[in-house]
């Protein structure tokens, strides 16, 4: 099952922070972030894994709970060019079988002046 | 490290006729993807191969659409009689863990008219 991001589109001044959510009906062994720009291939921001810690670098986080089946990914004092869609994504099968992905619908993301 | 290539980078075509995409991955990435995104939307997962092994295919991969993946080298994504419904960005990804993320190419435009 796709995941559901919340919120679908969120518009943000320089330095303010924003939050992203990401949730799945099924249990999840890892979540992936990714950023796409207009008109860009995704580019791969962290993952997360079971059992692990919250990762991050630079200003951007994500946190993952795995007994509420949801990543949420932090955006703290926000730049311009953090302005793209954020997509998360999850594994498609069982903990034995993590092929491919599946991509929540995104959250665009916008950073005004 | 070349990153992922995709080649065409456009494509228009009339509907009816066969396209063949071409996807180099990193060299030492033994998994590829395919996806299609569509405006507004996620990345959609076509198919998945390790090496030269095709290991899954979703069920939105008609019989028209093939994929292969000689040697576990490039790989080639056909979409045979072609319709207005297949006009998207096709995204060619490679990952050689899966712990680690995509790494996705810029994609072929395909617009079938």
């Known amino acids: 099952q796709q995941p559901v991001q919340s919120p679908q589109a969120v518009i943000l001044r320089e330095g303010e922070d924003a939050v992203i959510n990401c949730s799945s009906s099924?249990?999840?062994?890892?979540v992936h972030w990714y950023r796409q720009k207009h008109g860009e291939a995704p580019v791969f921001l962290m993952i997360l894994l079971k059992g692990g810690e919250q990762k991050g670098h630079d200003k951007i986080s994500a946190s993952f709970n795995e007994k509420k089946q949801q990543s949420s990914l932090y955006l703290t004092a926000s730049q311009l060019s953090y302005s793209g869609t954020y997509f998360c994504?999850?594994?498609w099968g069982d903990g034995g079988s993590q092929g491919n992905l599946i991509f929540g619908k995104g959250t665009k993301l916008s950073v005004k002046p | 490290d070349t990153g992922v290539s995709q080649d065409p980078r456009h494509k228009i075509t009339k509907r009816g006729q066969n396209v063949t995409f071409r996807c180099d991955p990193i060299?030492?990435?033994?998994?590829l993807y395919w996806y299609r995104q569509t405006l507004g939307q996620g990345p959609e997962f076509l198919t998945y191969?390790?090496?030269?092994?095709?290991?899954?295919k979703s069920r939105l991969l008609s019989d028209r659409f093939s994929a292969e993946r000689p040697k576990g080298s490039f790989s080639t994504l056909e979409i045979q009689r072609t319709e207005q419904g297949d006009s998207a960005m096709y995204l060619c990804?490679?990952?050689?863990?899966?712990?680690?993320?995509?790494?996705f190419g810029s994609g072929t435009r395909l617009t079938v008219v």
């Open positions: 099924k249990a999840l062994y890892s």
């Open positions: 060299s030492e990435h033994n998994r």
């Open positions: 994504g999850t594994p």
């Open positions: 191969f390790q090496n030269e092994a095709q290991l899954e």
């Open positions: 990804a490679s990952r050689d863990s899966f712990n680690y993320g995509y790494t």
